[in-house]
């Protein structure tokens, strides 16, 4: 199952289904990528509240399409984590270091606006 | 009969002591027989097969003869015990008597007065007695539970409570002894029926008793356990987690669901872990205590760690922590006073302080 991508003033959100393949979250990431500069975006948000387990792969996907998009200039939040969700990854070693998280979508957009507030 | 072994096994459900070597074999239904068939084929490979046959056929008929052969022992036993029951009945007051002087003797139950040990012993006395004519425990378990209850908030310990089922064992065991003295054959016989009764009597006893204790500590863990987890908002997104005493795995656990639960619950931004009140902690609590601070990050929370003593401190750095995601503060004060400067708070005096 694809997962949308929705335009949201210069924020991109990315809502992530319940389950998805591996090559769903592949063609996440090229999407990612490309509507990110076509849009002129300044954010991503990734939204993962729907996900109940993250394996590996998902984990490294996520920090991947972080790296990606801060080269592409743009920022990432991952928003939704569950607790029981970012216990395991940490238990594994997937902390998704250097990139943003916040509790919801909520949180996720306040801390962008907060953040390019200041930098305006 | 090489295998004796195999025979002799523990059956589910029976105490080892309370049959004669004699009375395993009643102790095997059809249906365990038919298994042990089974174990001694599945072990004696190809070759083996006709003599396993051969040897499980004997065993059958071996455990027939001996089981008719103990059902006729167990209606001797039965006539033996209400004898026995009889004498105990007629002698009470004076075997009582002598029981509790014993236990006086030996200094058991000293946190009791005299009278209570007498009115106790009097009702273990006809509990005891009871049991061994019907051979039914659920009256004397239900008693012994009971009177642990009682004794337990008092500090009575394990061996007291053993001590005086052993004795009156031991009080009844001489009264038979000095009853049959003439008959040797007749006491053997009476001895027989007695000893497997009074064992799983005092076996009982001692169970009743060491579950009562059991359950009170269950529940003192228990309660200890949701008394010592507070999760607490102090600012609108502050939380703080005080943490107090000994923290073993499972403790740390829970503290960890408990607090990535608040974080959801509250919206909390910041946290402030206090762990001034932990003396020290091992490795893996160390560990788990810098996990949960990752994971609190990933819920788009900020940990304050405070009050680390210098054993923890130590203990962090040996474990090679990333002081880079560790945010510690001296104290609760400095910790909270970062919190509300994270948040985005300034606490001002309202007037001078008077």
Known sequence: ?120 | MGDSGVYLRPVAGVPPFETTGESWYSCLTASESMQLRGVISGHSGQGRDDVAKRESGSQDSAAQNSRGGSLAHTEASSELLRELVAHLRQHRTQLREEWVSRITETRLLTAMTKEEIFAEATSVYDSYVEALETETFEALQAYARNLSERIIPRGVETHEVVGIVLLLRDVLARSLFAKYQTDFKKLNRILDAYEPAANRIANTVAISFVQERERVIRQQQEAIRELSTPVLQVRERLLILPIIGVIDPQRARQLTEQLLRGIRTNRAKVVVIDITGVAAMDATVANHLVQTVEASRLLGATVIVTGLSPEIAQTLVTIGVDLGIMNTVGDLQGGIEQAERLLGYKVVPSAEPR
């Open chain 1, 1 to 120: 199952m694809e997962v949308p991508i929705l335009k949201q003033g210069e924020f991109l959100i990315a809502t992530f289904q319940a389950a998805l393949s591996d090559a769903d979250l592949k063609s996440l990431r090229i999407g990612l990528v490309q509507q990110v500069v076509r849009f002129r975006s300044r954010a991503v948000i990734v939204d993962v509240t729907a996900m109940d387990v993250m394996d590996s792969f998902a984990s490294r996907t996520l920090r991947e399409i972080a790296q990606m998009i801060r080269l592409r200039g743009a920022e990432t939040v991952i928003v939704g984590i569950q607790p029981e969700v970012a216990f395991a990854m940490v238990q594994l070693g997937l902390t998704l270091e250097g990139v943003a998280t916040a509790l919801d979508l909520e949180e996720g957009l306040a801390y962008l606006n907060e953040k390019f507030k200041t930098t305006n």
